[in-house]
């Protein structure tokens, strides 16, 4: 049974530049959140998306965004990089089941992105 | 809003000892799930144990326990007879029901943990 993956692994861009991460989530799983992880500090929200659209959104500003295929897999894509985006970006997955209960979210092993 | 505090920053350990992590949550919720992962060097969170607010008792699983208590809003977690491979990074985390399904989880900063041999 395939966890959740994540690509690239690492990821050096400059400062103004377009990155794109990608995940896939865990097998059986139709719900995809991610999270940012700066250096020494715990993963902070950034969005979820499920059904192919965004259901929830943490305080990241829009040049933020994201996608969902009918595959469940999910981009996240980040405009005008700046230095202060340099960080972990973790990827998790979920199955919804309805109403208002919270399944485990399960993650993947993060993309280390580096803004010069 | 929601809040996740853990105090401790560092814990320093001997192999084979016991060691508790400390959690207090915030949350005006009354149905709501809390959560402990692990983050070893490699990165990655791995899910360890998770609580329901409206369970009822406090359980072991292996080496791991937990003591829930609803009245100081803590969710602390133990390792018994520590192993040198539970050193990491230890983050506990909160998720309400109310903001829907699947709702955000928010994290506390991580305690992280060494244990010499």
């Known amino acids: 049974d395939a966890g959740v993956t994540q690509s690239p692994t690492h990821l050096i861009k400059t400062r103004g530049q377009q990155v794109t991460l990608r995940c896939s989530p865990k097998s059986g799983h139709d719900t995809v959140s991610w999270y940012q992880q700066a250096l020494g500090q715990g993963p902070q929200f950034i969005f979820q998306y499920y059904e192919e659209e965004e259901r929830q959104r943490g305080n990241f500003p829009d040049r933020f965004s994201g996608h969902q295929f009918p595959n469940y897999s999910s981009e996240l894509n980040v405009n005008a990089l700046l230095l202060g985006d340099s960080a972990l970006y973790l990827c998790?997955?979920?199955?919804?089941?309805?109403?208002?209960?919270?399944?485990?979210?399960?993650f993947g092993p993060g993309t280390r992105l580096t803004v010069l | 809003a929601q809040k996740v505090t853990q105090a401790q920053t560092e814990i320093s350990v001997v192999e084979k000892e016991d060691v508790t992590l400390d959690c207090v949550y915030e949350t005006r919720d009354t149905t709501y799930y809390l959560f402990w992962y692990k983050q070893p060097p490699s990165g990655e969170l791995v899910f360890l144990i998770r609580r329901n607010s409206f369970d009822e008792q406090n359980e072991i699983s292996g080496r791991y326990s937990w003591n829930f208590q609803k009245s100081t809003s803590s969710f602390n977690f133990t390792i018994t007879a520590s192993q040198v491979v539970d050193s990491a990074v230890y983050f506990c985390?909160?998720?309400?029901?109310?903001?829907?399904?699947?709702?955000?989880?928010?994290f506390g900063k991580g305690i992280t943990l060494s244990v010499r041999p």
């Open positions: 998790a997955s979920s199955q919804d089941r309805g109403l208002v209960w919270t399944d485990t979210q399960y």
């Open positions: 985390a909160l998720s309400e029901a109310e903001t829907g399904a699947n709702s955000k989880l928010t």
